[in-house]
Each structure stands twice: as C-alpha cells, then as structure tokens.
C-alpha cells in the first residue's frame, strides 16, 4: 500500500503565505504525477496543480502567478508554494499521487489520496 502524508495548512491572513508538504510511502515501483486537489465546503474537488514525472506542470488558472509546486530530492515529495493568498483560496488542501505499484502480480498505475489538511484564509 502507498500513503500520502500532508502537513502545512493553517490559518493565514489575506495576503499571507503557506507552504504544504507531502511525502509518500509505501511499496512505490514509481511515481507518474503528483499533485494538489482543494474541496470547499459545498463544492467539487478541484485541481490547484500538479506535476508529471516528465517535468510538465499544470496550475489552475486562479492560482497560476501565486502558487508554485515542486518535488523533493527524494522525487517522493511534492511542495507548494502558495503566495498573495485569498478568502477564496479557503479550503482542504488534497495531496493526490498517480503511483506505479505492483499488485495481483502485474505493474499499475493506482492513484492515492492524503488524508487533507486545512487551509484557511481569513479577509
């Protein structure tokens, strides 16, 4: 099995920084995305940003300018950055994986989810 550890969220002022952490563990073959998800109350998951393993980033658009992701040395880690923070920004912060496992005897791509730490942004 594969667990997702975050840590980081917290109560900021508008315009305040935070930075959250993940780190993954477990029996990993190889990590293909990982990335960060936030869920208001009463709202969808949505995706804040995310990285391949090829390098390639995405960033929502409400977010591009103020958030920055990156991975660890240890590549099984995911940071971000998030600057000029709002109300808006309001919201459990998810950290999401796409891992290469091997189960039932065969090599699978399984996506894993951290428990969520909170993030509040107060105006």
């Known amino acids: 099995q594969v667990q997702l550890v975050e840590s980081g969220g917290g109560l900021v002022q508008a315009g305040g920084s935070l930075r959250l952490s993940c780190a993954a563990s477990g029996s990993i073959l190889s990590i293909n995305t990982m990335g960060w998800y936030r869920q208001a109350p009463g709202q969808q998951r949505e995706l804040v940003a995310d990285?391949?393993?090829?390098?390639?980033?995405n960033y929502r658009d409400s977010v591009k300018g103020r958030c920055t992701i990156s991975r660890g040395n240890a590549k099984n880690t995911v940071y971000l950055q998030m600057n000029s923070l709002k109300p808006e920004d309001t919201a459990v912060y998810y950290c999401?994986?796409?891992?290469?496992?091997?189960?039932?005897?065969?090599?699978?791509?399984?996506?894993?989810w951290g428990q969520g730490t909170q993030v509040t942004v107060s105006s």
């Open positions: 990285m391949h393993s090829g390098g390639v980033q």
């Open positions: 999401y994986a796409n891992v290469r496992v091997w189960i039932y005897g065969m090599d699978k791509p399984l996506d894993y």
